[in-house]
Structure formats: structure tokens, C-alpha cells
């Protein structure tokens, strides 16, 4: 079964960085779109960006060129990566990681939280 975890979530000053991580727990995450998402209170569960298969980036407007996302597909487990930096308080939100099988079908990921199968259960980062 596929399993993800996240960390790293915590509470930074505007302008700080933090980097969440998600260990994905698949035979091979390049079968797999890998997206992070956030929810804030009272708020939608929106997409920040995700990596494909061919190893791809996509991002939100609202992260591009302050997020990055990577994975490192080490032999002992798979880890998804967000470095979050230049923080803003409208950054405060529970993130979450996500997957969806593609297998050799590739393609862009999806930027629907419903379209995917797999969620970790969230790790909460705070910018005041």
C-alpha cells in the first residue's frame, strides 16, 4: 500500500524558509505524479505544484519563484521535497503531499486534489 509522511512543517517569520519533506513509500515514485498541496482555515485545499514523471515541475502562481519542489529516489525510500523560502503570512496552512499512478501513461500531473489517490496527513506551517 502507498504510504506518505510528511515533516518539517513548523512556525517562521515572514521571510524565512522552511523545506517539508514527504517519504513515499513506492517500489518506484518515478511511476508517480508527486504533489503538495495546502488548506488553509476555513479555506479549499488548493495545489502548489507538483513533479511528473519525466521529472517535470509545475507550480502555482502564487509559489513560482519562491517554492521548489524535487525528490531524491535513494535506494533505501523515495522523498519528496518543498523548499519554501521568502515566506508570507498567507502561507499559513496545513501541507500536504499527494500521489497519483501514472506509469508509463506520463503526462502533467493534475492540479485537483480529488484526482488523486494517495495523501499524507498533513504538516502544518505557520509564517507570522
Known amino acids: 500500500d502507498v504510504q506518505l509522511v510528511e515533516s518539517g512543517g513548523g512556525s517562521v517569520q515572514a521571510g524565512g524558509s522552511l523545506r517539508l519533506s514527504c517519504a513515499v ?3 518506484s515514485a518515478n511511476d508517480y ?4 498541496f495546502r488548506q488553509a482555515s ?3 485545499r488548493e495545489w502548489v505544484g507538483s513533479i511528473g514523471t ?3 515541475t509545475r ?3 502564487f509559489v513560482k519563484g519562491r517554492f521548489a519542489i524535487s525528490k531524491d529516489n535513494a535506494k533505501n ?3 519528496l521535497y518543498l523548499q519554501m523560502n521568502s515566506l508570507k503570512p ?3 496552512a496545513m501541507y500536504y503531499c499527494a500521489a497519483l499512478w501514472r506509469g508509463l501513461a506520463g503526462g502533467s500531473c493534475p492540479v485537483v486534489a480529488a484526482q488523486y489517490n494517495y495523501w499524507g496527513q498533513g504538516t502544518q506551517v505557520t509564517v507570522s
Open 54 to 56: 519525466d521529472g517535470t
Open 33 to 36: 505524479c508527486l504533489g503538495w
Open 77 to 79: 525510500g523515495n522523498t
Open 59 to 61: 507550480y502555482a502562481d
Open 25 to 27: 513509500s513506492v517500489s
Open 90 to 92: 498567507e502561507d499559513t
Open 42 to 44: 476555513g479555506k479549499e
